[in-house]
């Protein structure tokens, strides 16, 4: 709701600090970039806390965040208490809220991400309109002091956030071991930097390396599209009140078809990495239909194909993960993608909207973001092609050694016969009487 919303408060905060779309752009920037970096410093505490308590800290400091927002005087205010503040609440409930699904269900994960995820539809549905309604009878300050209320209900939520009993024998034993750290070693600090900065995982599975990448491109274009879109669509002559409407469209559309994604990817027959493929390429046709219809029916139908893409990407990415390095590592494969994605996040409104400034023309932006769309979902090909050869090799090394370990049952079961030795005794005795004899 948050994410979405923003790209309503855009045009406000331009206007009532008097700046230019690149320095508005970094507010979002710097909030998704603080959430990304710091957390992977949450994913230990997660790692030994369990879900809950991080959850309602890291909900408390989002809402005190945006609060303190609404009495920004200037852009740098708001870069401290939007980008820092906020971004750093945002950091520790966004991670908890990824696992706590993941942990708690064995089966259908697919179906059960799906639902878990469409509270981020519902919210990219109504963040915009809400905004909207909000910033029109109490001005965009009032309006950013409002959701802080509304935010502060995630605080209730993650006090749901109960770990499964399987897991609470592995938190148990880390938090032994990190208590004996603490006591026995002076290097404690140092021990736990390194294992918040253990990006080992990244050389040991080369496949989830590769969809990392995918993924960073692939926030590159959902950040600039969602964050300009009501821009482009108020430079090209459409009124604000239905410029709105773009942002409002995407969360509609994301949300309608997380319910058909949720139920198609948990199916056993469709390969998740190839649906994640699909929905890179729509939202190339996405963005050929708003370069080609500058108007406002060619907005509102590029906004509701573009909400497809995100119900392909953002219902079953970390379902994704799971299946190129297992739940049990999760949490430190989650911490180091949003760590990398913080770089990409931190420049890729503020980059869109340099090139607006510069060339004064949103399409020479949205065409870059369709090329880079484009690359993307072939380079998510590449990655069911070899994920599909990786499960090919699995598979034949495992009945391979099934057929060797049922021929080693085999042996114990049926041991080789001796040669009885009665008849070598009466041989050997006969002939000892015929040579006496």
Not at 195 to 212: A, G, R, V
Not at 320 to 328: P, Q, R, S
């Amino acid at each position: 709701m948050d994410f979405t919303s923003f790209s309503v408060f855009y045009p406000c905060l331009m206007e009532y600090f008097q700046a230019s779309s690149a320095q508005v752009g970094w507010c979002l920037s710097i909030e998704t970039f603080v959430t990304a970096i710091l957390s992977i410093f949450s994913s230990r505490p997660i790692e030994i806390y369990g879900c809950r308590r991080p959850g309602v800290i890291g909900s408390f400091i989002f809402c005190l965040g945006i609060a303190l927002t609404s009495q920004a005087t200037n852009l740098t205010f708001v870069y401290l208490t939007y980008g820092i503040i906020a971004g750093f609440g945002a950091s520790i409930c966004g991670l908890t809220s990824s696992i706590i699904v993941q942990q708690r269900f064995q089966r259908n994960r697919g179906l059960v991400n799906g639902v878990a995820v469409m509270g981020f539809s519902l919210g990219g549905f109504v963040g915009p309109a809400v905004a909207t309604v909000l910033i029109k009878y109490y001005s965009w300050s009032g309006a950013y002091l409002i959701l802080s209320a509304i935010y502060a209900h995630r605080i209730a939520f993650a006090l749901l956030f109960v770990t499964p009993p399987r897991y609470l024998a592995e938190r148990t034993k880390k938090t032994t071991d990190s208590s004996r750290t603490d006591k026995d070693s002076i290097l404690s600090i140092t021990e736990y930097l390194r294992k918040t900065f253990d990006f080992s995982i990244l050389c040991k599975k080369k496949l989830f390396t590769l969809f990392t990448g995918v993924l960073c491109v692939h926030i590159v274009i959902v950040t600039g599209y969602i964050q300009h879109c009501v821009s482009r669509a108020i430079h090209i002559g459409i009124a604000g009140d239905q410029a709105f409407w773009a942002s409002s469209l995407v969360g509609i559309s994301n949300t309608v078809s997380r319910i058909a994604v949720s139920v198609i990817g948990n199916l056993s027959c469709i390969n998740r990495c190839l649906l994640f493929a699909f929905g890179l390429f729509v939202s190339v046709v996405s963005i050929i239909v708003l370069l080609l219809s500058p108007n406002l029916v060619g907005t509102m139908a590029s906004a509701v194909i573009f909400g497809f893409t995100l119900g392909c990407t953002g219902t079953i990415h970390v379902v994704i993960a799971v299946d190129l390095v297992g739940v049990e590592l999760l949490t430190r494969c989650l911490a180091v993608q949003a760590f990398i994605f913080g770089f990409f996040r931190l420049t890729a409104a503020p980059f869109i909207g340099w090139i607006y400034d510069v060339t004064h023309d949103y399409n020479v932006s949205f065409a870059l973001l369709g090329c880079l769309g484009f690359v993307d979902g072939w380079i998510m090909l590449l990655v069911f092609v070899l994920q599909r050869r990786q499960k090919r090799r699995k598979k034949t090394e495992e009945v391979a050694l099934e057929e060797e370990t049922d021929h080693r049952k085999d042996r114990k079961r049926s041991p080789q016969k001796r040669p009885k030795q009665l008849p070598v005794v009466a041989v050997s005795a006969s002939n000892h009487e015929l040579s006496h004899c």
